[in-house]
Structure formats: structure tokens, C-alpha cells
């Protein structure tokens, strides 16, 4: 035994490997999904998780869908009819539907649904309250349903597309029980659950009797990869697909978009940022500082250096796709000038101070937070960055009203509806609002909650964005895009907003 | 020896229970799992959060939490993942295996380089082979393990499309992982073979071995590397512990399916009987390879057992 020769083994070893070439697993008729996150169970009413949803909107359905395009149409529910002042639903269902083990789809199944979501079982979960406007469902006869509800949600025919109101199969579960449909889910959709490994993958076929017709894939994987450097390694050796969010950082886009078989597609999403104002402490109670802070930010320009332009800016606390949105209102425009005779008018000194505090995971957002420090700089306000843990920022500064002068929040809820964000952000009492109480507000955002008129609806909500502008509660920052990455033989992908993916007719070559 | 080592198992298990203890009250104080677990739904009550909590146990006392926690850990019972409700069992028997294997791979990949090289660097200590095995050394000391990753991905797997940049599925996946893992290891501890032959072959008893007219194979690895063995096997013993702390990055990078990922992804989630059970089972497996370290000491050096 020579003690030099043994390095050479490994060596010769990983040499030889060029002959075991590990082959890119692109099959035909297969796409593979890398997702960031484990929900860990596939029952509807588990979890919260927008990643669940990139997987779970494949195999189940809901009485509404909502697609790519934000708008609601019918799902297993073909029409429905609002009555009684908004208190009750009735739902026509869609005929033929079979569940993917072969159960028929009925009123029955709807009810059962809507019994488990809102009764003990649905009650140890995080769905629960979305739908608990829901008083009972009654069935009327084998493909009518009634919906009686305790008070008129407007937001519930949303709701009812997608998370806890996807029906599943009563018989499946009755016979195998609720652990054994955590990991092994059924419903109606366009793709069959094959098999699950925890923290690994999930793996999906083709539905034959799915009623939309069957899917264009044979195949549809999905695997879990955190590491966004990992995900982006394993779509440019072509064993990954499709890359979904939240996963590209910035910074990758260059990387992908240089790689000829590779793209990045990105749409709005459904996170909107913005620095609010501590309306009670410092300099920030006084609203001519708070509108010269804002008009002393170029945001624009933020967007485009920092953000690589995958964002848009916003006007509200709110998308373009959010119900409520108003396309005429414009953001503050960029007016350092202003910005400083504002300042002098409310007799604020050079070199005032204020801080901004922040979450400490987000490396882009840091430096957006510099360059905003730097803007204000140039108006005389020296502002610093105070970084917290996500979780102690959001269970304490905030709600306890231990914020500095402004406070970043980030928002979305996948309903896209305003009354989401506006309710929790504006009236009194709720968590998200530490400083502020106005009972002009309070009444226009409790009064929006029992409309089932939606134009006049939306007006209410049009009309409390505006409010919350003109008394300038945050600066608004912008409404990021959803990124997507993907390889190009991916045939009619559209990106959703929402990262509900509903890969029906995507094809791949 | 059996009242040294009674010693030991007793102060082992302080120091498992400490780790837990602590581990389970820090990751109370970092948030709330019912929050994490609705991050999707945007609007939330504190009635619903407050309602999810007790589903999930978190309205009990803190010490009732945790004595809930070791009594099921000895009955073997690990509860289930607040996401989801997986049992934690079925997570770590999938996770502990990958994970051994992979320290396990590294570790041996680097005795076998690091053995062989530190003795001939010793041996020519000052020639060009010396200088050329410290120098490699010092390269791969420098290199942060993620970075060599990272870098072999860049090569192995993009350019070349020979290994698979990430996941455990068949023997080429280990290739990487270990590579990285081992490559640094062996950097440490070549320099570490280096000097303790360096010292062992200057031993009065290398010179009677060689006066016996042995060969130099025998002389080397009969008589000293035997001797020098004994802060080598404490060495790669500790090294063995490090290198479960360690593995989280690698892990990471390489999306392997380990105790590492998990814990990873437990400390995000805030799921704590994951997190609880992971470090536990960690932390029971380092002090038991200190403790077997002990125990092989005795077994190399009878001065040892005699005392």
C-alpha cells in the first residue's frame, strides 16, 4: 500500500462519471415545478399557505374559479343567484363532475364540505374564519345548494374559488379518514394525486374525467427547493421546468434571462409595500411631514435601479388587479422642492431625525430603505434603518405601537379585494393600526362589510383609499411583480398573479 | 473506568436536556406558528390565531410544553409538525438516515485522503510534496464550503450536465455533497496527520523500528500512526460533531433531505416539535460520539483503561 497512490482513486472515480451522465429528467409530456415550501398536509382546510395553492388548485376545485386574469366566473357551480338582501346564495351546480376516485360530485358533497370546514375538524385550522359568514348549506335537490348566511359577505364568491372552500369527496374521506386525506388528496380537478414524500416532492397525472377535458400534461411534478440559488442550478440543467415564487431574487433575473432555453415571466402580484407613519410620536404627526417625506423619495427611480423595474408604483395601498382600485388616482409625484418648503412651513429644523424600521430579511428591501435614507438626506432629514426579526416586528413593535417614526408593511391577501387591506390597516383598534383612530374612516370602512351592490361597493372603496392618500398614513412604495422562471419548451404558461397555478393547458415540447 | 464513564453518560444527558430546554424556550420567544401558518389568508383575527393555538397546544404553560415534549421523546412518541400534522417520527426517520450518510461519506472520504497525505508531508517534511500538500491545504481551508458548492454545481451540473445539482436520488448525488463537506475537512486535517507524525517519528521508538531493520511501511502505519492515533480519534470524533452542525449549509445548497433542511425549515415555519425533536436527536447523537471517542480511547491506549 503506497500512501501517495490513494488519491488517485476518487479522482479516477469522478472521471469516470462522464460515462453516467446524469441525463436532465425533462421527459416528454412531464413538467417538473420547483416550489419553496412544504405545506406539510393537502387538506384544504389545514393550511394557509400560498404554496399550497401552486400545487392544491391541480387537484381540487372550488363552486367559483378565478384564473390567471383575476376574474370570477363559474367553477363546480355553473351560475348562482344572490337573495334575501345578500343573505343567501343559491348555487346551480355543474352536471357529470366526478371526484378522481371515481365518487360522483353532488349537493351532498358541497354540504359535507361546508360542514367539515366550519364545524370541530375545520375549527383546529386557519380556514375557519374566512368563511364563517356561512351560517348553514342546505341542499335543495342533487345539483342545487343553498348558502344561508348570519350576515352578507361580499367577498365570500371569491372566497368560495379557492384555500378551505374546495370541495372534497365526503365517501373518500368517511372511509379513509383525515390523516390518511392530508396526505393523499382528492377532489375534481384536472390533475390525480399519485404520490406525496414529505419535504421532497409531490407527484400529480393527468385526470382522464376531469370535466374540463384532460389536461395537455401526462405529468406534473413538483418538487421543494428553498434555496433560491439551488432552484435556478436545477432549472438550467433542465431537471426543473418551471421556477414559481417566492423564490427568484432580483438579482437572478440577468442570470436566467442570459441563458437562451431560459426566460423570466413576471406579473403583478399581490404584495404591495409601503412605509407607514407613526401618526402619533415625532415629527410624523404633523401631516405636511408626512406628505414632504413622501414627495422627497424619488420612488420611480427605486423601482427601476434597485427593483431591475419588477414592480409597478401604486397610488393606494392596493394592485391594479384589487377590487377597489382606482386607475385615476396618481401617486405623489417626485418634488424635492415642495418637499422642503413643506417642511419649513411646519417648522421642521435641518437635520431632524427619524427612523425607519424594518424586517430583517430582505436584502432588497434594505436597500431600498438606503436610498430612501439618502433621498431624505438631500430634504435635511437624517434617517436611520432600524432592521427587526420579522416575527418580533409584527407580534410586538407594531401592534404595541413601538414602531420609530415609519414602519414598513408589506401586504396581500389572495381575495384582492380592498376591504382585506384597508379594514386591518385603517380602523381603529386593529392590530396593523397602532396610532390612529378616526370614526369618519371607522364608519366608511364598516359600512363597505354589508353592500352586496358591488359598483356602489366599489366606490366606498375607491373613496377610502382616497381618504387614506390625502391624510398621507404611509408612503406608498410599489406593488411587486410575481416572478416566474421557466424553460422555454413550457407551451401556454400563463403566470398568475397569485401563485395559484392551474396548469390545464400548458403543454411542453 | 466504569465510575468515569457512568460519569460521563449522566453528564451527557445535563447537557441534552440543557440544549433542549434551551433551544425550546428561544424558539417561543422568535413568534407565533398560527400566524406562520396563515400567511396566505391576509385577513386574521386574533380569535382565529387564539383558536389555532390551542389546536395546537400553545395555550398551555411553557414548562407543561416541554415536559409534554420529553415525555413523549422517551416514550418515543415525537407528535406531529404544526404543518400539516405529519408525525415527526416519519419526518426524522427519513432525515436522519440521509443526514448520517452524508457526514458519515464526508468523513471517511477525508480520513482516506488525510491519512495517506499528512504522512507523506510528514515524511517529506520540507520537500516539494510537503509544500505542495500544505499549500492545498491552505486553499482548501480558505474555501467557504457554500462557494465550493456553488462552484462545483456551476460545473458539474450546469456546464457538463453530469451530476444532479441538488436532491438525494442515487449514488451520483452524493458525489457533490460529500466532496464539499469532505474537501475542507481534509484540508484540517491533513495538517493535523502532518503534525502528529511529525512528532511520533522523531519518538525514540520509530528509531528502535527502524534500527530493527523494519520496513518503512511497517514503521509508519504499525508502529507510528498507531501512536499518533490517539488525538487523531478525539479529533475526528469532535470533527464528527462539528460536522452535524455544519451539514445545515451543504444541506441546504444541495436540497438534501436531512436533519439539516429540516431543522432549517422547522426554525422558519416556528414549528417546534419538528425543531424540539430535531435538536434533541443532534445533540443526543454528538455527546454519544464524545462518549464512544472516550471508550475508543482505552481500547488504543491500555494506559488509559489501567487508570
Same mark, same amino acid.
Request: include cysteine.
Given at each position: 500500500?503506497?500512501?501517495?497512490?490513494?488519491?488517485?482513486?476518487?479522482?479516477?472515480?469522478?472521471?469516470?462519471?462522464?460515462?453516467?451522465?446524469?441525463? &436532465?429528467?425533462?421527459?416528454?409530456?412531464?413538467?417538473?415545478?420547483?416550489?419553496?415550501?412544504?405545506?406539510? +398536509?393537502?387538506?384544504?382546510?389545514?393550511?394557509?399557505?400560498?404554496?399550497?395553492?401552486?400545487?392544491?388548485?391541480?387537484?381540487?376545485?372550488?363552486?367559483?374559479?378565478?384564473?390567471?386574469?383575476?376574474?370570477?366566473?363559474?367553477?363546480?357551480?355553473?351560475?348562482?343567484?344572490?337573495?334575501?338582501?345578500?343573505?343567501?346564495?343559491?348555487?346551480?351546480?355543474?352536471?357529470?363532475?366526478?371526484?378522481?376516485?371515481?365518487? %360522483?360530485?353532488?349537493?351532498?358533497?358541497?354540504?359535507?364540505?361546508?360542514?367539515?370546514?366550519?364545524?370541530?375538524?375545520?375549527?383546529?385550522?386557519?380556514?375557519?374564519?374566512?368563511?364563517?359568514?356561512?351560517?348553514?348549506?342546505?341542499?335543495?335537490?342533487?345539483?342545487?345548494?343553498?348558502?344561508?348566511?348570519?350576515?352578507?359577505?361580499?367577498?365570500?364568491?371569491?372566497?368560495?374559488?379557492?384555500?378551505?372552500?374546495?370541495?372534497?369527496? &365526503?365517501?373518500?374521506?368517511?372511509?379513509?379518514? !383525515?390523516?390518511?386525506?392530508?396526505?393523499?388528496?382528492?377532489?375534481?380537478?384536472?390533475?390525480?394525486?399519485?404520490?406525496?414524500?414529505?419535504?421532497?416532492?409531490?407527484?400529480?397525472?393527468?385526470?382522464?374525467?376531469?370535466?374540463?377535458?384532460? %389536461?395537455?400534461?401526462?405529468?406534473? !411534478?413538483?418538487?421543494?427547493?428553498?434555496?433560491?440559488?439551488?432552484?435556478?442550478?436545477?432549472?438550467?440543467?433542465?431537471?426543473?421546468?418551471?421556477?414559481? %415564487?417566492?423564490?427568484?431574487?432580483?438579482?437572478?433575473?440577468?442570470?436566467?434571462?442570459?441563458?437562451?432555453?431560459?426566460?423570466?415571466?413576471?406579473?403583478?402580484?399581490?404584495?404591495?409595500?409601503?412605509?407607514?407613519?407613526?401618526?402619533?410620536?415625532?415629527?410624523?404627526?404633523?401631516?405636511?411631514?408626512?406628505?414632504?417625506?413622501?414627495?422627497?423619495?424619488?420612488?420611480?427611480?427605486?423601482?427601476?435601479?434597485?427593483?431591475?423595474?419588477?414592480?409597478?408604483?401604486?397610488?393606494?395601498?392596493?394592485?391594479?388587479?384589487?377590487?377597489?382600485?382606482?386607475?385615476?388616482?396618481?401617486?405623489?409625484?417626485?418634488?424635492?422642492?415642495?418637499?422642503?418648503?413643506?417642511?419649513?412651513?411646519?417648522?421642521?429644523?435641518?437635520?431632524?431625525?427619524?427612523?425607519?424600521?424594518?424586517?430583517?430579511?430582505?436584502?432588497?428591501?434594505? !436597500?431600498?430603505?438606503?436610498?430612501?435614507?439618502?433621498?431624505?438626506?438631500?430634504?435635511?432629514?437624517?434617517?436611520?434603518?432600524?432592521?427587526?426579526?420579522?416575527?418580533?416586528?409584527?407580534?410586538?413593535?407594531?401592534?404595541?405601537?413601538?414602531?420609530?417614526?415609519?414602519?414598513?408593511?408589506?401586504?396581500?391577501?389572495?381575495?384582492?379585494?380592498?376591504?382585506?387591506?384597508?379594514?386591518?390597516?385603517?380602523?381603529?383598534?386593529?392590530?396593523?393600526? %397602532?396610532?390612529?383612530? =378616526?370614526?369618519?374612516?371607522?364608519?366608511?370602512?364598516?359600512?363597505?362589510? +354589508?353592500?352586496?351592490?358591488?359598483?356602489?361597493?366599489?366606490?366606498?372603496?375607491?373613496?377610502?383609499?382616497?381618504?387614506?392618500?390625502?391624510?398621507?398614513?404611509?408612503?406608498?412604495?410599489?406593488?411587486?411583480? +410575481?416572478?416566474?422562471?421557466?424553460?422555454?419548451?413550457?407551451?401556454?404558461?400563463?403566470?398568475? &398573479?397569485?401563485?395559484?397555478?392551474?396548469?390545464? =393547458?400548458?403543454?411542453?415540447? | 473506568?466504569?465510575?468515569?464513564?457512568?460519569? #460521563?453518560?449522566?453528564?451527557?444527558?445535563?447537557?441534552?436536556?440543557?440544549?433542549?430546554?434551551?433551544?425550546?424556550?428561544?424558539?417561543?420567544?422568535?413568534?407565533?406558528?398560527?400566524?406562520?401558518?396563515?400567511?396566505?389568508?391576509?385577513?386574521?383575527?386574533?380569535?382565529?390565531?387564539?383558536?389555532?393555538?390551542?389546536?395546537?397546544?400553545?395555550?398551555?404553560?411553557? $414548562?407543561?410544553?416541554?415536559?409534554?415534549?420529553?415525555?413523549?421523546?422517551?416514550?418515543?412518541?415525537?407528535?406531529?409538525?404544526?404543518?400539516?400534522?405529519?408525525?415527526?417520527?416519519?419526518?426524522?426517520?427519513?432525515?436522519?438516515?440521509?443526514?448520517?450518510?452524508?457526514?458519515?461519506?464526508?468523513?471517511?472520504?477525508?480520513?482516506?485522503?488525510?491519512?495517506?497525505?499528512?504522512?507523506?508531508?510528514?515524511?517529506?517534511?520540507?520537500?516539494?510534496?510537503?509544500?505542495?500538500?500544505?499549500?492545498?491545504?491552505?486553499?482548501?481551508?480558505?474555501?467557504?464550503? $457554500?462557494?465550493?458548492?456553488?462552484?462545483?454545481?456551476?460545473?458539474?451540473?450546469?456546464?457538463?450536465?453530469?451530476?444532479?445539482?441538488?436532491?438525494?436520488?442515487?449514488?451520483?448525488? $452524493?458525489?457533490?455533497?460529500?466532496?464539499?463537506?469532505?474537501?475542507?475537512?481534509?484540508?484540517?486535517?491533513?495538517?493535523?496527520?502532518?503534525?502528529?507524525?511529525?512528532?511520533?517519528?522523531?519518538?525514540?521508538?520509530?528509531?528502535?523500528?527502524?534500527?530493527?531493520?523494519?520496513?518503512? #511501511?511497517?514503521?509508519?502505519?504499525?508502529?507510528?500512526?498507531?501512536?499518533?492515533?490517539?488525538?487523531?480519534?478525539?479529533?475526528?470524533?469532535?470533527?464528527?460533531?462539528?460536522?452535524?452542525?455544519?451539514?445545515?449549509?451543504?444541506?441546504?445548497?444541495?436540497?438534501?433531505?436531512?436533519?439539516?433542511?429540516?431543522? $432549517?425549515?422547522?426554525?422558519?415555519? #416556528?414549528?417546534?416539535?419538528?425543531?424540539?425533536?430535531?435538536?434533541?436527536?443532534?445533540?443526543?447523537?454528538?455527546?454519544?460520539?464524545?462518549?464512544?471517542?472516550?471508550?475508543?480511547?482505552?481500547?488504543?491506549?491500555?494506559?488509559?483503561?489501567?487508570?
Amino acid at each position: 500500500m503506497l500512501a501517495l497512490k490513494k488519491p488517485l482513486v476518487p479522482i479516477m472515480a469522478l472521471a469516470l462519471l462522464g460515462i453516467f451522465a446524469a441525463g &436532465p429528467a425533462a421527459a416528454q409530456g412531464t413538467l417538473v415545478v420547483s416550489s419553496p415550501q412544504d405545506p406539510g +398536509s393537502w387538506d384544504p382546510i389545514d393550511t394557509f399557505l400560498v404554496n399550497w395553492a401552486s400545487v392544491a388548485t391541480n387537484i381540487y376545485d372550488g363552486l367559483t374559479y378565478r384564473g390567471p386574469d383575476g376574474k370570477l366566473g363559474p367553477g363546480l357551480a355553473t351560475k348562482w343567484d344572490v337573495l334575501d338582501n345578500g343573505t343567501r346564495v343559491r348555487f346551480y351546480l355543474r352536471k357529470g363532475v366526478v371526484f378522481q376516485d371515481g365518487e %360522483p360530485f353532488n349537493a351532498a358533497a358541497v354540504k359535507f364540505t361546508f360542514d367539515r370546514l366550519l364545524g370541530p375538524e375545520g375549527a383546529k385550522g386557519p380556514q375557519f374564519s374566512n368563511y364563517n359568514a356561512i351560517e348553514s348549506v342546505k341542499v335543495i335537490d342533487d345539483f342545487t345548494v343553498d348558502f344561508k348566511l348570519k350576515k352578507p359577505d361580499p367577498v365570500l364568491l371569491v372566497k368560495l374559488g379557492g384555500y378551505g372552500a374546495m370541495i372534497v369527496p &365526503p365517501r373518500y374521506i368517511q372511509e379513509k379518514g !383525515e390523516d390518511w386525506f392530508n396526505t393523499h388528496p382528492v377532489g375534481t380537478g384536472p390533475f390525480k394525486f399519485v404520490s406525496y414524500e414529505p419535504k421532497i416532492g409531490i407527484k400529480l397525472e393527468a385526470f382522464d374525467k376531469f370535466w374540463g377535458g384532460r %389536461p395537455k400534461l401526462d405529468k406534473l !411534478e413538483y418538487r421543494f427547493i428553498t434555496e433560491p440559488a439551488t432552484a435556478v442550478a436545477e432549472l438550467q440543467a433542465g431537471r426543473v421546468d418551471l421556477v414559481i %415564487p417566492p423564490t427568484i431574487p432580483i438579482g437572478m433575473i440577468s442570470t436566467i434571462n442570459s441563458s437562451p432555453n431560459l426566460k423570466v415571466v413576471s406579473v403583478p402580484g399581490l404584495t404591495v409595500l409601503a412605509l407607514r407613519f407613526n401618526t402619533a410620536h415625532g415629527i410624523t404627526q404633523d401631516l405636511r411631514v408626512r406628505k414632504a417625506i413622501i414627495m422627497a423619495v424619488d420612488r420611480d427611480a427605486i423601482i427601476k435601479t434597485i427593483l431591475g423595474g419588477q414592480a409597478i408604483p401604486i397610488a393606494s395601498f392596493q394592485g391594479p388587479l384589487s377590487f377597489g382600485f382606482d386607475p385615476s388616482m396618481k401617486p405623489v409625484p417626485y418634488d424635492p422642492k415642495q418637499a422642503k418648503a413643506l417642511l419649513a412651513e411646519a417648522g421642521v429644523k435641518p437635520g431632524a431625525q427619524i427612523q425607519i424600521d424594518i424586517r430583517n430579511n430582505d436584502e432588497t428591501f434594505l !436597500e431600498v430603505n438606503q436610498a430612501i435614507a439618502s433621498y431624505l438626506k438631500q430634504v435635511g432629514i437624517n434617517a436611520t434603518i432600524k432592521p427587526y426579526e420579522t416575527n418580533y416586528m409584527l407580534n410586538d413593535i407594531i401592534p404595541n405601537g413601538k414602531t420609530g417614526e415609519m414602519f414598513q408593511q408589506a401586504w396581500g391577501g389572495w381575495t384582492l379585494d380592498f376591504d382585506n387591506t384597508a379594514y386591518l390597516m385603517y380602523h381603529s383598534g386593529e392590530k396593523w393600526n %397602532p396610532y390612529e383612530k =378616526d370614526p369618519k374612516l371607522d364608519a366608511l370602512l364598516e359600512s363597505q362589510r +354589508s353592500i352586496t351592490d358591488v359598483a356602489k361597493r366599489e366606490q366606498i372603496l375607491q373613496e377610502i383609499a382616497r381618504y387614506s392618500a390625502d391624510h398621507a398614513y404611509e408612503m406608498l412604495l410599489y406593488n411587486l411583480n +410575481s416572478i416566474y422562471a421557466i424553460n422555454t419548451r413550457v407551451k401556454n404558461f400563463v403566470a398568475p &398573479p397569485d401563485s395559484r397555478l392551474r396548469l390545464t =393547458d400548458v403543454s411542453v415540447e | 473506568m466504569v465510575k468515569f464513564l457512568a460519569q #460521563r453518560v449522566i453528564l451527557s444527558l445535563f447537557v441534552v436536556l440543557a440544549v433542549t430546554l434551551i433551544v425550546a424556550f428561544a424558539i417561543r420567544l422568535t413568534g407565533d406558528p398560527a400566524l406562520m401558518l396563515t400567511q396566505g389568508a391576509g385577513s386574521i383575527t386574533e380569535a382565529d390565531l387564539a383558536r389555532i393555538r390551542a389546536a395546537l397546544g400553545l395555550n398551555q404553560p411553557f $414548562f407543561v410544553q416541554y415536559a409534554n415534549f420529553l415525555k413523549g421523546f422517551i416514550t418515543l412518541d415525537l407528535g406531529k409538525s404544526f404543518l400539516g400534522g405529519t408525525p415527526v417520527a416519519t419526518l426524522v426517520g427519513k432525515a436522519l438516515p440521509a443526514t448520517l450518510l452524508l457526514a458519515l461519506s464526508s468523513l471517511a472520504l477525508s480520513i482516506i485522503l488525510s491519512i495517506p497525505l499528512g504522512i507523506a508531508a510528514a515524511v517529506k517534511k520540507g520537500k516539494w510534496a510537503d509544500q505542495a500538500i500544505r499549500v492545498l491545504s491552505l486553499l482548501g481551508l480558505s474555501f467557504p464550503n $457554500f462557494w465550493l458548492a456553488m462552484m462545483m454545481v456551476l460545473l458539474f451540473s450546469i456546464t457538463l450536465r453530469w451530476l444532479p445539482p441538488s436532491g438525494m436520488e442515487g449514488i451520483l448525488s $452524493f458525489i457533490m455533497p460529500t466532496l464539499t463537506m469532505g474537501i475542507i475537512l481534509t484540508a484540517t486535517n491533513v495538517r493535523l496527520v502532518r503534525t502528529t507524525m511529525l512528532e511520533t517519528l522523531q519518538s525514540q521508538f520509530v528509531m528502535v523500528a527502524r534500527a530493527k531493520g523494519l520496513s518503512e #511501511r511497517v514503521v509508519l502505519y504499525k508502529h507510528a500512526l498507531r501512536n499518533g492515533a490517539i488525538p487523531l480519534i478525539t479529533y475526528f470524533g469532535l470533527q464528527f460533531g462539528g460536522l452535524l452542525g455544519g451539514i445545515v449549509v451543504v444541506e441546504r445548497v444541495f436540497n438534501w433531505p436531512g436533519m439539516g433542511t429540516l431543522a $432549517f425549515d422547522a426554525v422558519a415555519a #416556528r414549528d417546534y416539535p419538528v425543531l424540539q425533536s430535531v435538536i434533541c436527536i443532534l445533540s443526543l447523537l454528538i455527546v454519544g460520539v464524545n462518549l464512544l471517542v472516550d471508550i475508543a480511547y482505552g481500547i488504543v491506549d491500555p494506559r488509559i483503561r489501567r487508570d
